[in-house]
């Protein structure tokens, strides 16, 4: 299995300030055949279901305000919202799609306003 | 636009079986992969399988002895069977459309319903 994890599980930002959420794999999720990176960001409000941000790592999906990006490559990702807006207060959770027998998601980081 | 909506019991009794029906509309479900994940109260998401629409399946190995997913792509359908249910299994149950591209994939979920809480109790 590719175990997921996320760091901090929690931080507070103030408002137009960067927020950075890391998000790491037990093994590479970079597929050598295509130079991709299996692996996906999601936001999570409360009450509502999570919406896709990102995927292959870097790739912002449509309608998603350019502020929030994706890095990182092989085992080490990095979720960054460049100025935080009150909008944003929510729960990311990465996904890896590496291994399709097994579909695994990060433990979730919370954002809040500081 | 894909839409997905839950429908179910919402209160099972334990060693009962959950079954849940996923209606896609907005698009034919006679395309690509769907799936079933979870969301246990206060914690995380638990990806539950999917299934294509031709019928073939993948179940996380941690639930697979208790799970079945199948589709009516008459109905534009799926659903998620799960038995001899515990209060472990108490939680949100959303469906999703899994992305993929003709021959490769299934990838990520672009796609979610609205999802449908489950509670296992007597």
């Known amino acids: 299995d590719i175990v997921m994890t996320?760091?901090?599980d929690s931080l507070a930002v103030s408002l137009g300030e960067r927020a950075t959420i890391n998000c790491k794999?037990?093994?590479s999720v970079l597929y050598s055949s295509n130079n991709k990176n299996y692996l996906a960001w999601y936001q999570q409000k409360p009450g509502q279901p999570p919406k896709l941000l990102i995927y292959w790592a870097s790739t912002r999906e449509s309608g998603v305000p350019d502020r929030f990006s994706g890095s990182g490559s092989g085992t080490d990702f990095t979720l960054t919202i460049s100025s935080l807006q009150a909008e944003d207060v929510a729960v990311y959770y990465c996904q890896q799609y590496y291994?399709?027998?097994?579909?695994?998601?990060?433990?979730?980081t919370k954002v809040d306003i500081k | 636009q894909v839409q997905l909506?839950?429908?179910?019991?919402g209160l099972v009794k334990p060693s009962e079986?959950?079954?849940l029906t996923c209606t896609v509309s907005g698009g034919s479900i006679s395309s690509y992969y769907w799936s079933w994940i979870r969301q246990p109260p206060g914690k995380g998401l638990e990806w539950i399988g999917y299934i294509y629409y031709s019928?073939?399946?993948?179940?996380?190995?941690?639930?697979k002895s208790r799970v079945t997913i199948s589709v009516d792509t008459s109905k534009n359908q799926f659903s998620l069977k799960l038995s001899s249910v515990?209060?472990?299994?108490t939680a949100v149950y959303y469906c999703a459309h899994t992305f993929a591209v003709w021959g490769s994939g299934p990838y990520y979920f672009d796609y979610w319903g609205q999802g449908t809480l489950v509670t296992v109790s007597s």
């Open chain 2, 17 to 19: 079986t959950l079954s």
């Open chain 2, 5 to 9: 909506q839950e429908s179910g019991p």
């Open chain 2, 86 to 89: 515990t209060a472990a299994d």
């Open chain 2, 55 to 63: 019928g073939s399946t993948n179940y996380n190995p941690s639930l």
């Open chain 1, 25 to 27: 794999s037990s093994q």
């Open chain 1, 99 to 108: 291994s399709t027998l097994l579909f695994t998601f990060g433990p979730g």
């Open chain 1, 6 to 8: 996320q760091s901090p």
